[in-house]
T-cell receptor
Framework: NAGVTQTPKFQVLKTGQSMTLQCAQD?????MYWYRQDPGMGLRLIYY???????DKGEVPNGYNVSRLNKREFSLRLESAAPSQTSVYFC???????????FGPGTRLTVL | AQSVTQLGSHVSVSEGALVLLRCNYS??????LFWYVQYPNQGLQLLLK??????LVKGINGFEAEFKKSETSFHLTKPSAHMSDAAEYFC?????????????FGTGTQLKVEL
């Protein structure tokens, strides 16, 4: 099994450009999450989807939107990228009634 | 509200020495607690977890952690460090599945293992 996959692995944007980060899982998990990782700050939750058709804000949602396209896929969109959004983005998923989240390999985003 | 404090952003040990990475948590409900490891340029991998069963939890690669409610701690230990243990370690606390199982992470501890 591939587990949690993320595309792209790396991306460089200019300020004001938009892009969508893609995440897919093949573990039939109900819940999916987007985190950002910044040096000295650990990982912070951006948005999550407890189940297909629902999304909720996390700790740092400003400047982002998400779409739970189906049970497998959960995308994160930056409508107008800012340098403060330079970060490593991780997607994670969790099975129904389970307690452990499984993480993808990350997308390293630089906004110039 | 939940929070995690990891004391020491960098820890250095000699190969073969004891590894001790500290984690203290704050939670308004009985917590679920996790340790994840991140190797360079990779995602996070679960090391071990506490979900209200045994207070001494054993994980992969010889790591273990003990939940101490009175001290609100969940420190990670390994008796003998190996060079391959060099990585960043994150402690995390979550609410329960009914609350979305959202994880709150500490700021991480970078472990260096020296010869």
């Amino acid at each position: 099994n591939a587990g949690v996959t993320q595309t792209p692995k790396f991306q460089v944007l200019k300020t004001g450009q938009s892009m969508t980060l893609q995440c897919a899982q093949d573990m039939n998990h109900n819940s999916m999450y987007w985190y950002r990782q910044d040096p000295g700050m650990g990982l912070r939750l951006i948005y999550y989807s407890a189940s297909e058709g629902t999304t909720d804000k996390g700790e740092v949602p400003n400047g982002y939107n998400v779409s739970r396209l189906n049970k497998r896929e959960f995308s994160l969109r930056l409508e107008s990228a800012a340098p403060s959004q330079t970060s490593v983005y991780f997607c994670a998923s969790r099975g129904l009634a389970a307690d452990t989240q499984y993480f993808g390999p990350g997308t390293r985003l630089t906004v110039l | 509200a939940q929070s995690v404090t990891q004391l020491g952003s960098h820890v250095s040990v000699s190969e073969g020495a004891l590894v001790l990475l500290r984690c203290n948590y704050s939670s308004s409900v009985p917590p679920y607690l996790f340790w994840y490891v991140q190797y360079p340029n990779q995602g996070l991998q679960l090391l071990l977890k506490y979900t209200s069963a045994a207070t001494l939890v054993k994980g992969i690669n010889g790591f273990e952690a003990e939940f101490k409610k009175s001290e609100t701690s969940f420190h990670l230990t390994k008796p003998s460090a190996h060079m391959s243990d060099a990585a960043e370690y994150f402690c995390a606390v979550s609410d329960r599945p009914g609350g979305g199982n959202k994880l709150t992470f500490g700021t991480g501890t970078q472990l260096k293992v020296e010869l």
